[in-house]
């Protein structure tokens, strides 16, 4: 008898050592500790002084020991659920598991008729939802958008009020400010059956961006703490940019962002202990020519798989950054760059990649690179999978009896696995030229546009509540009195 | 073109901070005129970069040293060119507007039009609409410059615009208006003169503006 036989059927990926890794940690600890972090936000300072920050005006600074504790505090592994209890969309994080999704607030989309690039609107939300819905390898939702043709202070409110019917997997909900939060957390806990029953199966994530360099803008806080008085799990997630708002080294900007990220994993674990809380964000660097954020770098999977390891080191899962292009249109720059990155974070195992589908370097959406990379995401899992060795899997007696210049297409060996084994692609092709040729010569655009507009003429996302239906649009109308004034 | 001159624009080419203060003590020593000065040593010089850097063979960081370089021979350059009555290209108040604190951006254009010859003045970030009217009567600059990352900062511009039109102000100064979610749609319909995509194209526009 065997015991304790360790399997490792997963691929082995790691990019530091332990000793790096350390140093890493320690390099945050001081920051928090020696510099601090400036905090626009008069309560918030007055939690972290209660709980043992040294406060000097807006100046925050954090000793190691609040910090660790704040860090053994955050659980590591948790449940995400999906409003109508279908298990299939829950998201179990937790060690080895990486999930996908898109990203929030492009200014721009491609329409989905015209394939144009135009300013993103109300009506494109519904529609992000319901391809995200139906994608197999989408495990959480985002809009792919700022809606721009309703009052100014109100895109964040319609965009959850658009995705929460059009979609059960969890969503992850950006907001402007608490009035927003507040909003969209009566809707989802109206559906979960009251806070209580939201407590236990939270059916989405709250997202907030504190600002590179060293700074916790006041919206970014008040939104924490928002979400940690209702017990939402949080997101805290800096975009510094290497060479600009942050170090031109790797390392620099890892230990920076790590602490400002852990600013608020201070925060709201001394509001709420235990709340399920990632790190984040978006590390890349400042294309020193064109001066934008370079989505499509190699340094941004290489800074997040560092940062993945870093957040898994301590204990803290991670929001990671993937899919994403900066390339203008659907092209071989954009299948690259959102291939390579969505491939290196799900060796990572970083736990949620957001901003799949993201193009243009963050200003604009497209549901056409969002399902390009599922498909990039379905052959990256299965390489991850990794190859299972055993027994059965080893197949010494079917080889046995198959013997030299046999097949093996009738064997119940073949009929047990080849539909686990094997992955199987939506959108490549594998077909025989003459096949190819019969069927309009498709190239792998035609096949994804062609899927995206399947799935939005036949999706069936499940239906939500009727009370929670009246609550959305009583939050709406409630929202549109406060903003009546706004010309 | 005098050997001093040549080295003046190689010293902003290269970005020699070091060495720019007294090549541009030279330069005056051996007579030549701070217009002189300005217009066959520096201004080559950055007309150089702008070149370069366009094309890719000069980075963000190299321009930024070279507009650095450009700015520590104008300030021994300035009170002589003020004195013989030379004209600088222009002035450019820049702000990010109120409610953002964004400023990497704004900061960029700063250096950029600095490199192009312009005086700035920057009013920081998180800048109310009165704040920019007052530094416009004070700096009196040519053109003014605003900034923002969000979209619901980005309202802030149309508000200033406004309280500048009310002060009687919006007349003496070109707008230009930048940052991720912006748009020359959305610089129309606001009432703003320009809008720029990058800190480059800010520049360049401020140019325009001037000469026009």
């Not at chain 1, 936000?41 to 704040?70: M, Q, T």
Request: charged share 25%.
């Amino acid at each position: 008898m065997r015991t304790n036989y360790v399997v490792n059927s997963g691929v082995r990926f790691q990019l530091l050592s332990d000793d790096q890794l350390q140093e890493l940690f320690d390099g945050v600890l001081h920051l928090l500790e020696y510099t601090g972090l400036d905090v626009y936000h008069d309560e918030a300072r007055d939690i972290l002084e209660k709980a043992g920050a040294w406060v000097d005006g807006l100046r925050v600074r954090l000793p190691a020991y609040l910090v660790k504790d704040a860090l053994t505090k955050a659980p590591r592994s948790f449940t995400l659920f999906a409003r109508d209890g279908n298990p299939k969309h829950n998201i179990h994080i937790g060690p080895g598991r990486a999930h996908f999704g898109p990203g929030p607030t492009c200014p721009n989309f491609i329409d989905v008729e015209t394939l144009k690039r135009r300013p993103y609107v109300k009506s494109d939300v519904p529609l992000v939802a319901k391809v995200c819905d139906a994608l197999p390898n989408i495990d959480f939702v985002e809009s792919l958008g700022t809606v721009g043709d309703v009052d100014y202070e109100l895109g964040a409110l319609y965009e959850f009020a658009g995705m929460f019917p059009n979609t059960s997997k969890p969503i992850v909900a950006w907001s402007y400010d608490r009035f927003d939060s507040a909003g969209i957390h009566e809707i989802a806990v109206t559906e979960a059956g009251g806070q209580e029953a939201f407590e236990r199966r939270p059916n989405y994530v709250h997202y907030c961006e504190p600002l590179s360099p060293l700074v916790s803008t006041f919206e970014a806080v008040d939104k924490l703490i928002f979400a940690a008085r209702h017990r939402v799990p949080l997101i805290f997630t800096p975009c510094p940019i290497s060479g600009g708002t942050a170090p031109v080294t790797s390392a620099g900007i890892i230990i920076q962002g790590a602490a400002e990220s852990w600013l608020g994993l201070t925060l709201a674990q001394a509001i709420q202990p235990g709340l399920p809380y990632f790190m984040g964000g978006v590390f890349s660097v400042m294309d020193m020519s064109s001066m934008i954020l370079a989505y499509g770098a190699p340094e941004l999977p290489l800074n997040m798989a560092a940062l993945t390891e870093l957040a898994h080191f301590v204990g803290l899962p991670l929001w990671q950054t993937g899919g994403v292009t900066d390339s203008k249109t659907f092209d071989e720059q954009a299948i690259i760059e959102g291939s390579m990155s969505v491939f290196f974070s799900a060796l990572t195992g970083g736990d949620l990649c957001h901003d799949v589908g993201y193009t243009e370097s963050a200003m604009t959406g497209s549901v056409f690179q969002l399902a390009a990379m599922d498909e990039a995401i379905g052959y990256s899992r299965r390489i991850t999978r990794g190859i299972e060795v055993n027994e059965d899997t080893l197949a010494v007696p079917v080889i046995h009896n198959v013997g030299p210049n046999g097949h093996y297409l009738r064997e119940k060996h073949t009929r047990r696995y080849y539909k686990n084994e094997f992955w199987y692609p939506k959108l490549c092709d594998r077909r025989n030229y003459e096949e190819w040729e019969m069927m309009g010569k498709t190239s792998f655009k035609d096949r994804t546009v062609a899927r995206v507009q399947d799935i939005l003429a036949t999706h069936q996302p499940s239906a939500i509540k009727p009370e929670t239906e009246r609550v959305i649009e009583k939050v709406l109308a409630e929202a549109e009195e406060r903003v009546k004034d706004h010309k | 073109m005098s050997e001093i001159l040549e080295q003046i624009s190689t010293a902003v080419i290269e970005g020699d901070v070091g060495e720019i203060k007294d090549l541009t003590e030279d330069a005056l020593d051996e007579d030549l005129s701070a217009e002189e000065i300005l217009d066959k040593g520096l201004t080559p010089g950055m007309d150089y970069v702008g070149v370069e850097f366009k094309a890719g063979n000069m980075f963000v960081p190299e321009v930024l040293r070279s507009a650095k370089t450009m700015q520590l021979s104008m300030d021994i350059l300035k009170p002589l060119l003020a004195e013989s009555g030379v004209e600088m290209v222009g002035k450019v108040l820049l702000g990010t507007v109120k409610g953002d604190l964004h400023d990497i951006g704004k900061n960029l254009v700063g250096m950029m039009c600095e490199g192009a010859g312009f005086e700035i003045k920057d009013l920081g970030r998180n800048v109310e609409p009165e704040a920019f009217v007052q530094a416009v009567r004070d700096f009196e600059p040519n053109i003014v410059g605003m900034s923002a990352l969000l979209t619901t900062t980005m309202r802030s511009m149309e508000s200033t615009i406004k309280v500048l039109e009310e002060a009687g102000l919006r007349d003496k100064v070109k707008i230009m208006i930048g940052g991720a979610p912006l748009t020359q749609a959305f610089a129309d319909q606001i009432g703003a003169d320009g809008y720029a995509s990058n800190a480059a194209a800010a520049a360049d526009l401020a140019k325009k503006f001037v000469s026009a």
